[in-house]
Each structure stands twice: as structure tokens, then as C-alpha cells.
């Protein structure tokens, strides 16, 4: 899917992405510009399903990703290690917040 | 505004979620409940072995009672799986892996002690257990520069348990 629009549920990127919020993402602009640290991505975890985080780092020549959480007790890369590209759904384009 | 069409739509349509998974950050990390958890286990043994010595097995008290420590043994067995994986798995970050390289060895060894203690009433197999556990507490406390003392449980079983200097 090209463009496809997520409710994200969860604190681990608050305070920049509320509980709630929607978000925009498109596969486009990797195809286009690829992964970028700071970049903020939707993947497919096996276990947890949709989860967005931020990119902290590239690695295994780009087809890894470290992604994190701003919050302390995010579970992200720091717990279940790195993500592979290929399950990335899309980057956000468009953050849609409540306030 | 776009916010609330998007809402009153998702409200219609029930847009998929993307998880900002995070556990709730209370950070509240404590292994004194699956120290807890140990002593209990060793605790039901110890009282099963009595109620053996002192009734018949087939006594009304015997029927009673050994049902009930068995469940309150397998139960603590759990909660010492339960707590010392909630630790391990959202606490402990690579940096203290890197620190106390036997902590994924150790862990293993707990959940296996833990089943063990579980299956038999082997008060030396719930010892092991407790020691285990003491070792995480330890490590567990180290990463949080906090000293430990090792002192003898004020309650039966009376055994050692490791406590923060606090």
C-alpha cells in the first residue's frame, strides 16, 4: 500500500506522538530517498504487530534498522534488536496531532 | 479540525493502529517478590514434609492441607518466573548484558529451578532456586550502584536473602 492512514496507540514517542494522534505514511519516499536517522517509520513486528518508532541508526549496510522510543520504557530496539528494512510498511509523511 | 474529521471517521471506519508499545512507565523494578516467591516455595516444602511426619496421609488434616501447599507452591514458583522475566525483559538494557555477561545464563537457570521446584518437593532444588534468585538480586542492585547485605530471612524458612543497603 502506498499510502495508508494509522491511529497510534501508545506512549513510547510522547511527547512528539500522542496517544491518538493519526499519521500519514507512504512507502514513496523510501523508495525515493530510502531510511534516514531521525526518520520516524510503521513496521511489522512478529510479536508486537504495527509499531512506529524513530530511527536511530542504520546498520548492515542500510538493511537493518535501530529504532527507539523517546520514553524510557519504550520497548523498541534496545529490547528486541534490529528491524529489518524489508518489514518496514512506510515512513510518515503527515503527523494529524490533537493539539 | 482535520483532527476531529479524522476522528468521527476513525469512529465510522476504525482506522488500524500503529503501536507506540511502551510498558507503563512506572519503573518500579523490585526482585524482592520473586525472593519472596523462592522462600514460599521452600516454606511449603518444609510444611509438607511435616504434615508427612505428623499425620497419617490419609487423615482428614493431611487431605486438607497437602492440596493447598502444593497450589501455594506452584503458584510462587510462577510469580519467581513472572517477576524475574518482567525484569529481565523490560529492565535489563544491552549495556548491563554487556556489564553481567552471565545474567542471560542466570535467568535460564531460574526459570529452569523454578519448573523443577514446581514438578518435586525437593527442598534442595528450591535452595538452589533461592540462591539464584539472590544472584539477580545482587546483579539487579549493582546496576543501580546500591550495595547489598546478605541476612537471614526473619521468618521461616529462615533462609539467606539478599537485601539493598538502602
Redesign the interface.
Known sequence: MLLQLLKISGISLYPVYRDGDFVLISKIPIFVNGIHPGDVVVFEHHRFGKLIKLVERLEDGGRSLFVVGLDAESMDSRTFGYVPVNRVLGKVIWHISKK | M??KV??KL?WVLG?????????????IYDPHQAQIGALTVIRMIDLMTEMKLTHAADSPESANNMPRYVLVKEEHAELVKREIRVIF??YI??EQLDKFPELPGLVHKIMQLASKSRQTADRQMACDLLEAVNRFAEIFWATKNIETKRVKAPYKPSEEVIYPVL
Do not use: M, N, T, Y
Not at chain 2, 488500524?16 to 519503573?27: F, L, N, Q, T
Open positions: 482535520l483532527f479524522l476522528e476513525d482506522f488500524e493502529k500503529a503501536r507506540a508499545h511502551c510498558d507503563i512507565p512506572c519503573g525483559g523490560d538494557k544491552q
